[in-house]
T-cell receptor, first 116, second 112 residues
Framework: NAGVTQTPKFQVLKTGQSMTLQCAQDMNHNSMYWYRQDPGMGLRLIYYSASEGTTDKGEVPNGYNVSRLNKREFSLRLESAAPSQTSVYFC???????????????FGSGTQLSVL | QKEVEQDPGPLSVPEGAIVSLNCTYSNSAFQYFMWYRQYSRKGPELLMYTYSSGNKEDGRFTAQVDKSSKYISLFIRDSQPSDSATYLCAMSENNQGGKLIFGQGTELSVKP
């Protein structure tokens, strides 16, 4: 079972470059999320998509854009990368945002991004 | 001040020890309390889930929530080297689904 798949696993960018992080889930989940993890900060929500066709900002959305391409795929784009965006990025999915009381998130293995 | 505070450790214990991991929080609206386990270079996986106050037990793991003190705990009995990982507490308000607020994570090492 693949679960949540993220690509790429590692990426190095120069300041100002752009890139898209890809995420796909095969669990037929309605909701998908992008988190970033930094030392001493825990995980912080960047954007989420409660259902296909909707996206909303999380705690730290500045510098990012997202696209919910279809029910399976949710991408994260950095238009002009900055050193402050050096982080590990995790995609996650769940059955149904805000509807089920037992909201279990399934995480991918992460993308380690360095911006020089 | 962060909404959720967690001692980052690292915490090192001998095999078989009882481990206590804790988080404090400031938002009284939090209703759902979770513990995630994260192995090195992997994504977090849900370990325990509790709604509101009380205790929940699952094998060697016990989660406790004290909403009056804004304090949650995870106890691991008979700890094993395979429990070596980072443990993250996470919380959310009612109807906020996957919009979780995470603690910084505590790195645990269980020595054989």
């Amino acid at each position: 079972n693949a679960g949540v798949t993220q690509t790429p696993k590692f990426q190095v960018l120069k300041t100002g470059q752009s890139m898209t992080l890809q995420c796909a889930q095969d669990m037929n989940h309605n909701s998908m999320y992008w988190y970033r993890q930094d030392p001493g900060m825990g995980l912080r929500l960047i954007y989420y998509s409660a259902s296909e066709g909707t996206t909303d900002k999380g705690e730290v959305p500045n510098g990012y854009n997202v696209s919910r391409l279809n029910k399976r795929e949710f991408s994260l784009r950095l238009e002009s990368a900055a050193p402050s965006q050096t982080s590990v990025y995790f995609c996650a999915s769940s059955e149904a945002y805000g509807i089920l009381t037992n909201e279990k998130l399934f995480f991918g293995s992460g993308t380690q991004l360095s911006v020089l | 001040q962060k909404e959720v505070e967690q001692d980052p450790g690292p915490l090192s214990v001998p095999e078989g020890a009882i481990v206590s991991l804790n988080c404090t929080y400031s938002n009284s609206a939090f209703q759902y309390f979770m513990w995630y386990r994260q192995y090195s270079r992997k994504g977090p996986e849900l370990l325990m889930y509790t709604y509101s106050s009380g205790n929940k037990e699952d094998g060697r793991f016990t989660a406790q929530v004290d909403k009056s003190s804004k304090y949650i705990s995870l106890f691991i009995r008979d700890s094993q080297p395979s429990d070596s990982a980072t443990y993250l507490c996470a919380m959310s308000e009612n109807n906020q689904g996957g919009k979780l607020i995470f603690g910084q994570g505590t790195e645990l090492s269980v020595k054989p």
